[in-house]
């Protein structure tokens, strides 16, 4: 039975297995259609605006192909032997050398290697899958290029022809090659063992780059300045730097000439996959942006396109290399191994400034990009590793360790004594003339010699071809042990750069990385609790723990503001209009005695009281008036303080201020009369506090008044007022209590304001979890990528060697001391020391964490020669920095100053600088001493650790590098060069 044409998909003509609706309301297979707009942007059948967001399952249509494929077993086991027969006829393909009548070779799109689905005929006669050519056609019409074709590069027209028998001859091809058993020594059948054997320890690595592209955006955002591992090759112009590249990714992509091959940074990611046309892009690194639209290039002539985009870099600028631009290619393949390669312009000698060019971007790359990049070294066999000047940046930068050397056109070499120097420089042995040992990783042996293409081979058969015939090659030159001991071929340097690369990943990249999304995880913590806590999503379950925190929360933080306020209030009416009260109480009621006539002693004590109730009424009335206590509250409700925030919760605050309004502190109304009472009744004739004392004889007859415990009644008085403001704390508690409730009730609560920026920090969080987990997933592939363990404590399980201090160190409080605007004369070291903290401030106590530092010129944006810089652990929390900047380069950089040049001392952790950093430090032009010393190692220098010798002056490397010393010392520098010494460390 014939699938229904509705069952397929338009562009691929293929049954549907995730079907999906545009707008317009055609339907197509989702990977497809996807794919389609990421390289057009439009509907296929309208060509109007399309975003793989309009994109909406169409459940209907899945449910009919679902219901149909189980109704007829016999066509679902034909689609799935159609799909198998085509992956084996895709390894055959790719696998095997093609005769010029191989079938094989009319089955293939020139654009991305695949098996033809969809065959079109273009205007220049080439068929090609309809998908491929469509976006290539595309793409010209969006950048109103003119048309021309894939493989000749000549004009042609946009019309395609379907080609339903080329369609049919390859499925019955591949059915027929799917059911036939392969015969012994039958080449093509053999072919099959090509993905797992030649690429089998890169193939290995697949786990890790699926790992690194699924994490890649995250850790791009959440880290700044993230990059996955790279393997950076580096090399002199013309010693075989490309064909490395191209044994590396089994393809013809990268540009030749007798100039320079690669005049721009070449990022290379290969990808397994479906296989799709190679895309190129161009870079501004300086920007960080993206220089026009994403380039589809054919497989088949890709270098064309590489070489053009280089051109069109070139032209923008002057030089012959450029240090701020990059190609980007990206390469998705079934069968190629996975990589992320870097390819540097070859270093040149000559002309001078070519020199400080090539020279300048290479040493600038790898410092930007030292700790995520491992390093192949090409060298040719028949020159010398002491003699590389690549190899010297190496051992500048500090990182043999992760480095591979490549010795390259081993085929050229024919002196017995040539192949023994190999050998030799093979072993990796510090003995060997001219030797500069890698360890672990050491030297690996290639040829150069390309085979030529047999007549419709592809470019990976011959590629395979060359593979297949080093082995032998090597073993008739008597390199057999070194090649059965993998220090030679093409494949050896796979497995090796494989092995380097998996190891630096593991060991060092992963833990590093971790370490940042520990911190970056500390921050969000940070930020997050500084939005107030607990935190109120304005549903939280009632009767919940949460709910019972957050009520508790507010009304603590209320209560503390509000009872402050009203506080301050009493407060200051007691120290104001009530002790005015006292003083006016004092002369009010008189402490001496008054001798009246008996029958004045009533108007003395009513004058004391009207003059006592006066003083209190004005007491009373003397307490904050509203207009002062309106803005005493608005500025206690302001407070935002932690841990809860008050500011989070807007309505909550308004509800507040209406409390406080509605309860402005005064004193009670039955205040007054309770104190005209109390100063009647205390004063009054008999009261025990009136003192009086009648004469009799005098006349007419007088009595003495005394007031007795005077302070009793004036405290009494005071007492009065003080006691009867309101509100009460008991009111205060109660209405809070109440507006507490309706803000924070069961089943509803008052959302807080930054719920939207609490919910992507909590989203962030979440990223940084899986990210660090999916890494942690390739130490222990147990662990899962979400999981409800604190990654505190996933760290420390599956990273158990990771120091302590790494998941307790707060970058952000960590300091640096003995910096700031410090002159240091050149030549010679200045030190700082950094303190490292956790988040509480107090100083941690171990080391072990990957502090970094630079020294690189003032307003060069980081980007300039970098001066040396070491950093000691101490072991105790503290570490100990010290640099020292070149003559040569202070003289250049204060070339227009008076004495002094300006630098940046730049202290990093985990990528992120520490406070304060950078930090602007100056150089002075003159050391103080006369010379500095180097220390040099080589031939004829014995001793057990290697024996040191000293030499006058500063000398950073051999031949046409010695040029960092005076001139009354290039006759020392020329005999060190001659004896083949070269300097290791300066100090």
Sequence with gaps: MEVPDAFRDPLLLEVMRDPVVTPSGHTYERACI??????????????????????VPNRDMGEAIQQFLAANDA??????????ARRELQRRVDATPAAPQSPLARFTCPMDGSVLRNPVRAEDGSVYERRNISRWIAEHMRDGAALVSPITREPMGDALAPDPALRQEIERFAAKLHSAPAAEGDAAADAFEFDSTPFESIGALNRIFLT??????????VLAGWQPPRVVIVGNQSEGKSTILERLCMMPLFPRSKAICTRVPVKIDVRRGEPRPPTLEIWDTKKGAQVGRTRTIPLASGDVDIRAAMGEVMAAQQGAVSADHELRIRIVSPTLPPMNLVDLPGLVDYPE???ERTHGLVRQYMAEHREESVYIVVTRADSSPRKCAAMRHVEALGVTNRTVGCLTFCDRLDADEDFELVRGWLSNSPHAPDAVPLEPHGYVATMNKELRARGGESNLSRLVRQAESEPGWFDGEGL???RAGGRATAQALLDRVGKMYRDHVLRTFVPKTI??????????????????????????????????????????????LLCGLFDRAVAEYMAGPLAELQRALDEAIPTSSSTVAVQEVGALLTGMVRRASAACGAAAAGLAGLDAWTVAVDDALSDDAGPFRLQRFPGLVQQLRALCLAEVPHVAEDALPVAEATAATMLAWGSDFVGLKHAQTNVPPTVTVQIRRKDDVVGRL????????????????SLLDAIMMEAFGDGQQEREACHGERMRLQKREAAVGCAARGLLGLIDQSVPVESSEPLRTTVRRVLPDLPPSALSVDVQQCGVSGVGTVRAPAGEWAEFTVTTREGCGAQLATGGLPLAATVRPAGEGGRGRAAAVEVRDNGDGTYTGRYTVPRDLVAEVAAKGTGVAAFMLEVTMYGTPLPMSPFAV?????????????????????????AWRKFQDLFPGAGRDAVEMREEDRELALQIAASGWVATRVA
């Excluded at 002075?924 to 001793?943: N, P």
């Design 34 to 55: 996807e794919e389609w707009i990421e390289g057009h942007g439009t509907c296929p059948m309208t060509r109007a605006p399309l975003r793989a967001a309009d994109l």
């Design 75 to 84: 066509v679902q086991e034909r689609i799935d032997g159609i799909e198998k």
């Design 212 to 221: 690194m592209d699924r994490t890649s955006d995250v850790l791009q955002e």
């Design 353 to 355: 400034d070519l020199r």
């Design 480 to 482: 057999g042990a070194e």
């Design 515 to 560: 370490g940042r999304l520990v911190q970056e995880l500390l921050q969000c913590e940070r930020q997050r609790e500084g939005l107030g806590l607990p935190e109120s999503p304005g549903d939280v379950a009632a009767g919940s723990e949460l709910l019972v925190a957050l009520r508790r929360g507010a009304a603590d933080r209320a209560r503390t």
């Design 718 to 733: 005071v007492h009065v007022l003080a006691s009867r403001v309101v509100p009460s704390r008991e009111r205060l508690d």
């Design 922 to 946: 100056e150089v002075g032009k003159t050391s103080t001493r006369d010379s500095a010393r180097v220390y040099v190692q080589g031939r004829g220098l014995d001793g057990a650790d290697g």
